[in-house]
T-cell receptor, first 111, second 116 residues
């Protein structure tokens, strides 16, 4: 069974702080995606990384795909209250077109 | 609105009853996925279709669950003889096959099931 474990499970910080969310697995994935989900809505894609070691930056968010394609991280600089939500990593296995979602990290940013 | 549409948004039912959820994907998307999500957790894969063909079904899915996509457009997810453990948000997503890695999934707002 392919599992994606995220840490931390919960994160509560003040506006302006930096944070990192980790996504780890013992399985290798062809690609990895990060989604953000707000209450009452479906997840929305933030980024897709496909190359081992790849780093992508989207404004204050930096995503990295591990060299071995088993793990990923999301770093947010100077967090804002609008960043509040459930962050989900999702791996694309090599032998199927489904996405396996991680356990989720709930982020709360206080003003 | 051309996004993924799910209905009903909320369903409350008594244990033992059958329920059916419908998903209308983005019209040009050939892949359709069903996931189940409990509060604060990541979505759990249930099944997915490419056009009308059901390509994969989770081993965790009991025989009480069945999904169809008869004409390769909308899909239905039926749960027979519901149990309290079936209470969850049922999410539908669609995507366009890219031929390479799994493409972006576009999710609906979900159908929340409460089994009393």
């Amino acid at each position: 069974t392919q599992l994606l474990e995220q840490s931390p499970q919960f994160l509560s910080i003040q506006e302006g702080e930096n944070l990192t969310v980790y996504c780890n697995s013992s399985s290798v994935f062809s690609s990895l995606q990060w989604y953000r989900q707000e209450p009452g809505e479906g997840p929305v894609l933030l980024v897709t990384v496909v190359t081992g070691g790849e780093v992508k930056k989207l404004k204050r968010l930096t995503f990295q795909f591990g060299d071995a394609r088993k793990d990923s991280s999301l770093h947010i600089t100077a967090a804002q209250p609008g960043d509040t939500g459930l962050y989900l990593c999702a791996g694309g296995p090599y032998n199927t077109d489904k996405l396996i979602f991680g356990t989720g990290t709930r982020l709360q940013v206080f003003p | 609105d051309t996004g993924v549409s799910q209905n009903p948004r909320h369903k409350i039912t008594k244990r033992g009853q059958n329920v059916t959820f419908r998903c209308d994907p983005i019209s040009e998307h050939n892949r359709l996925y069903w996931y189940r999500q409990t509060l604060g957790q990541g979505p759990e894969f249930l099944t997915y279709f490419q056009n009308e063909a059901q390509l994969e079904k989770s081993r965790l899915l009991s025989d009480r669950f069945s999904a169809e996509r008869p004409k390769g457009s909308f899909s239905t997810l039926e749960i027979q003889r519901t149990e309290q453990g079936d209470s969850a948000m049922y999410l539908c997503a669609s995507s366009l096959e890219t031929g390479a890695n799994t493409g972006e999934l576009f999710f609906g707002e979900g159908s929340r099931l409460t089994v009393l």
